[in-house]
Structures are given as C-alpha cells and as structure tokens.
C-alpha cells in the first residue's frame, strides 16, 4: 500500500457469541471510584453475548502519572492484546492523555495479520486515526467502558439504553450494514446538503495532534470524506483555533460533509454576552465552502455514543437530518486473510 493510495479498510472478522472482548486501560488510570462503573460495563458486555477479561494493567489505584503505567508497558500489554487470537476486541475503559506516548511502539503487522475492533472515543481518536492511516483499520469511535457503557448509558432512559446495546452488537457481529444511525430531535441542519463518502474523524484537538505526527492522514484521504469532530474542555476560541489549523492544513477543501457532536464543558459558548455559537463558529472557518453539516450529534464526551465507525462509507443529508452507514464495520466469519 502505498502512503497517498486510499487503502481498502481493513476490516476485522465479526465477533460470535462467546468471543472474548478484553477492557484494557489503553490511556488512563482506573480510580477506585469508578470501579462500579467498570463493573456495570462488563454486565452490559455480557448482556451482548460476549465473554469479558479486564487487562492486567486496569487495576484501581494503578498509575504512573496521568496514565495506568508507562508507555512502554501500556505499548507492550496493548501489543499481547493484538497478538493473541482468543482476543477479539479491546475496548478502552476510558481515555486521558497517553497514546502519543506509545505510538511508535505499537504492533502494526499484528493488526494486519489480525485485525480486531478497538473501541473508543477521547484520546482513543489517536489510536484510530493512526492505525487507519498505517493500516487501513476500520476504528471504531465508540463508547469507553467505564464513562461510556458503565456510566452515560445508565443514565439513559431504558428505551434508549435497549436500542444502543442491539446497534453496537449489531455493529460487532452483523456483516451487512446498518443504515441509517437512530436520530434524535437534537441533530440540527447546520448547512442543507447530501453527500457520500467515507466517514473519518474523532476529537477535534486530537485530529489536529495526529496530523502533526509522522503517522498523519495523507491529505488525500480526505478527498470526498465526511469529517465527524466533538470536543470537550477549553474555550470556543480554541475549537475555532483547531478549524483554522484544518482549513490552512487543506482538509476542509478536501471534504465533502461534516457531522459535529455535542459540545461538552466548553467556555464562552453558553456565556450571555457576545460569545458565537458552535455553528456560527463552524460555518464562519467554513466560508463560502459549500457542503453540508449536521450538528448535535450524539458522540463524543456528551454521551452516550453513537458510533462512528472510521474507514466506512456514510451517506449524509444534513436537511433531512440522516446519517447512514453504507457499509458494515466488520467482514463475514468465512472470509479469510485481511480487509473485507
């Protein structure tokens, strides 16, 4: 493959009833707190038929500053993840600030030998955007364990918790696509307009971050793409900041929709003065771009996840306030060797 070539995804098997999905602290630390929530994750889990194994490293109380351990080790427990076959799927139990540290330390030739889903949001944006861009790996921008499945969720009204729970095992094991993601009355028509394309993304200061690794989307990547961002943190003034950095870098000419999420803990966007709004920050680093953008999305930090499988083709109608997955995030049992 080479670098600027679009790569077919690669697309790890589907999962059967039984399999073995490991939560592995792949960022943060696990705080004694949260333990309750760690544990209400792997109920859900199981509830979806899958056999669950926390990782060594996610014990409450383990940390090395900001994280569960070193990069090294957190590289080396992430990488036996990658090569051991009774694994397949790794899900974050939460995100934090540490895969810059272990980028250049994971195992890309397992993955390709034995592509599985890893499963996140937050710091695990990195992970994602740096394995499709080395790998084609379809990254699958979901919800963290702990925060995610074992928190938001069950703080979701039970309807809503019953339809993400068949949507992410559909996700996991289905092989024919799934269509169009369950709207809500919060998706807002930002800038009218359909497009197709494949659907690359994650947190919008993490996006910046990848892009100035050597691990970087080739700016072709994104022709035609459809760029999903949430944020969470700071001030509005930073999220206009990190538009400009993809405006000047060439990716919003290369784009052809945009899906933003929620915001989340944002400064000077809910403020009574003066302060833009979230459109109107976005559609002013747009100009006179044409395409259209969906807002309010439910992924990212605000939660619950819808997931946002990276790599897949997705059709957007921002008037009508639909997004579909065109085609499905994993490849049938019987398939053999890499991709779909």
């Not at 569960?68 to 995100?95: K, Q, S, Y």
């Not at 892009?211 to 700071?234: K, N």
């Not at 897949?312 to 053999?336: F, K």
Request: some cysteine; hydrophobic content about 45%.
């Amino acid at each position: 493959m080479t670098l600027a070539a679009l790569p077919q995804p690669l697309r790890p098997r589907a999962l059967r009833p039984g399999d073995l999905v490991v939560i592995a602290s792949l960022s943060g630390p696990l705080h004694a707190v949260y333990e309750p929530d760690l544990e209400q994750a792997v109920v859900v889990l199981e509830r979806m038929g899958f056999r669950v194994r926390r990782a060594p490293l996610l014990e409450a109380g383990r940390h090395h500053w900001w994280s569960a351990a070193t990069p090294a080790e957190t590289a080396r427990e992430f990488n036996a993840l990658l090569r051991d076959p009774e694994v397949r799927a790794i899900i974050a139990h939460d995100g934090g600030q540490t895969v810059l540290g272990y980028l250049d330390l994971i195992d890309v030739e397992a993955i390709t030998a034995d592509p599985k889903p890893i499963l996140g949001y937050s710091d695990i944006s990195l992970l994602h955007l740096v394995l499709y861009a080395r790998t084609g790996l379809v990254g699958f921008h979901a919800d963290l364990a702990t925060p995610g499945l074992g928190g938001h969720w069950q703080a979701a009204p039970a309807a809503r918790r019953a339809e993400l729970e068949k949507l992410y095992s559909t996700l996991l094991t289905g092989t024919e696509p799934i269509g169009a993601l369950p709207a809500t009355p919060s998706w807002e028509c930002w800038r009218a307009g359909r497009t197709e394309g494949r659907l690359i993304g994650g947190v919008i200061n993490r996006i910046v971050l990848a892009q100035a690794t050597p691990y970087a989307l080739p700016l072709e990547w994104f022709d035609g793409a459809v760029l999903f961002w949430e944020e969470m943190g700071g001030q509005a003034s930073y999220v206009w900041s990190y538009l400009q950095v993809l405006r000047h870098c060439g990716i919003l000419d290369r784009i052809s929709g945009m899906v933003v999420g929620i915001p989340y803990a944002i400064d000077g966007l809910d403020s009574p003065d003066a302060s833009p709004t979230l459109p109107e920050i976005v559609l002013d680093v747009l100009g006179d771009r044409d395409i259209p953008v969906l807002g309010n999305v439910e992924f990212g930090h605000a939660g619950p996840n819808l997931p946002m499988p990276v790599g897949i083709r997705v059709a957007l109608d921002a008037q009508q306030r639909t997004l579909s997955l065109l085609e499905p995030a994993v490849r049938p049992l019987m398939v053999t060797g890499p991709g779909g």
